[in-house]
């Protein structure tokens, strides 16, 4: 490869970044194959270091996590030439310890390249976020506005509307076959 072409695509480590256990991460075959080694390799070094993989760097699937991911992507089944046990999950901290562990130039590539995207997904996140914010707020203006409207509307329906009730008239009515007061004098 040329100086300018890039190792690896951001494509492709945008499409090996999962999201389990509301955590976004890599799996260990993924890794390797970006690392270019097999995976029971990447996997040996990190049995040989695992005091630089804590719980919040690494974690190891279950048998459910496992078969729901086989369902989604395509992946070997356990013995038939496949995996022999369950994968490895690295979170970005996890993925940047993996560099220090491995000790290749092109590991030292790799990694730079994964957080760069890891950056650039957090930051697409947090856009989204803040354009999430910012529609929310506009449909609650929105929605008061509406409010106001509909009660004017209400109101000029309410203006144009003839009146119900006959206006009474005001002042005294005497009826015509009635005997009128007379006033006795003295």
């Known amino acids: 490869m040329n100086s300018k072409s890039p190792l690896i695509r951001p494509e492709q480590i945008e499409q090996a970044i999962l999201l ?3 955590q976004r991460v890599m799996l ?3 890794l390797a194959a970006l690392y270019g080694v097999e995976t029971k390799n990447l996997n040996r070094a990190v049995q040989r270091n695992l005091d630089r993989f804590p719980a919040d760097f ?13 369902c989604q992507i395509v992946t070997s089944n356990v013995g038939r030439g496949g995996r022999r046990y369950l994968p490895f999950a690295f979170t970005q901290e996890g993925v940047a310890m993996l560099s220090s562990v491995l000790r290749s130039p092109r590991a030292v590539q790799v990694n730079i390249a994964i957080m760069r995207v890891f950056v650039r997904l957090r930051e697409t996140l947090a856009l989204h976020k803040d354009l999430a914010h910012k529609l929310a707020e506009l449909e609650r203006k929105i929605e008061s ?7 004017l509307f209400e109101a000029i329906h309410h203006l144009t509307m003839p009146p119900t009730k006959p206006n009474q008239e ?9 005997v ?5 004098r003295k």
Do not use: C, W
Request: charge should be positive; glycine fraction near 8%; charged fraction near 35%.
């Open 20 to 22: 389990i256990r509301g």
């Open 28 to 30: 260990d075959r993924d």
């Open 58 to 70: 690494m974690f190891q699937l279950t048998k459910k996590e496992t078969e729901a991911l086989r």
């Open 145 to 151: 506005h509406d409010v106001g409207i509909h009660t």
């Open 170 to 178: 005001i002042g005294f009515h005497i009826k015509e076959n009635s």
């Open 180 to 184: 009128p007061y007379r006033v006795k």
